[in-house]
Nanobody, 125 residues
């Protein structure tokens, strides 16, 4: 059983910053990749960012590229999402995700093995 617990969501200001964290625990084997998806009301869950086990490879959605940064600390089994220059289109529930391989994040939600319960991010203008 694998548990992913997100933290750090909340209210940010347009143009401001928020940082999400996701701690993984339980029986995770192998060099798993971690990442983030988000889902706004009435919309499908969409990919945001992913990072390989070593941290040497990252991938971002075009909508967040240059504003969001994903990183991880394998000693803590934790992945982070630094969100800068928040925009009105960023509010959503942000879900932490784990996949057995970095490349699986290109398959959308189908490639994900484990999900967190989500962290709500809102942005005030």
């Amino acid at each position: 059983q694998v548990q992913l617990v997100e933290s750090g969501g909340g209210l940010g200001q347009a143009g401001g910053s928020l940082r999400l964290s996701c701690a993984a625990s339980g029986r995770i084997f192998g060099n798993y990749a971690m990442g983030w998806f988000r889902q706004a009301p009435g919309k499908e869950r969409e990919f945001v960012a992913a990072i390989s086990w070593s941290g040497g490879s990252t991938r971002y959605a075009d909508s967040v590229k240059g504003r969001f940064t994903i990183s991880r600390d394998n000693g803590k089994n934790t992945v982070y999402l630094q969100m800068n220059s928040l925009k009105p289109e960023d509010p959503a529930v942000y879900y932490c995700a784990v996949a057995r391989a970095f490349g699986l994040f290109t398959s959308g939600t189908e490639g994900i093995d484990y999900w967190g319960k989500g962290a709500l991010v809102t942005v005030s203008s």
